[in-house]
Nanobody, 120 residues
Framework: QVQLVESGGGLVQAGGSLRLSCAAS????????MGWYRQAPGKQRGLVAT???????NYADSVKGRFTISRDNAKNTVYLQMNSLKPEDTAVYYC??????????????WGKGTLVTVSS
């Protein structure tokens, strides 16, 4: 079994910054791509950013230039640095990881989510 635990959400004023973290643990042989997704009230969950094990990144257009995804492969941890936050960034942010387990099975896991609220 694999667990993803997110941290770093909270309440921030518009223009402020937050840093989210997500650590993967459990029966892990290798963590492949990792990413962040978000779901605002009344909306579907959507991509924020992804990063491969080699460090290649992809961002949603709405966050380019403001958010930065990074990872520490030794710690199986992915980060999301969020700057210049806007009220429309308010959402529950979910961590996602594609994992090769110790049984050499390739599975995708989700964290439980962390709430980010940006006040105007």
């Amino acid at each position: 079994q694999v667990q993803l635990v997110e941290s770093g959400g909270g309440l921030v004023q518009a223009g402020g910054s937050l840093r989210l973290s997500c650590a993967a643990s459990g029966s892990i042989f290798r963590v492949n791509a990792m990413g962040w997704y978000r779901q605002a009230p009344g909306k579907q969950r959507g991509l924020v950013a992804t990063i491969t094990s080699g460090g290649s990144t992809n961002y949603a257009d709405s966050v380019k230039g403001r958010f930065t995804i990074s990872r520490d492969n030794a710690k199986n941890t992915v980060y999301l640095q969020m700057n210049s936050l806007k009220p429309e960034d308010t959402a529950v942010y979910y961590c996602n990881a594609a994992v090769t387990t110790t049984n050499y099975v390739y599975l995708t896991y989700w964290g439980k989510g962390t709430l980010v609220t940006v006040s105007s």
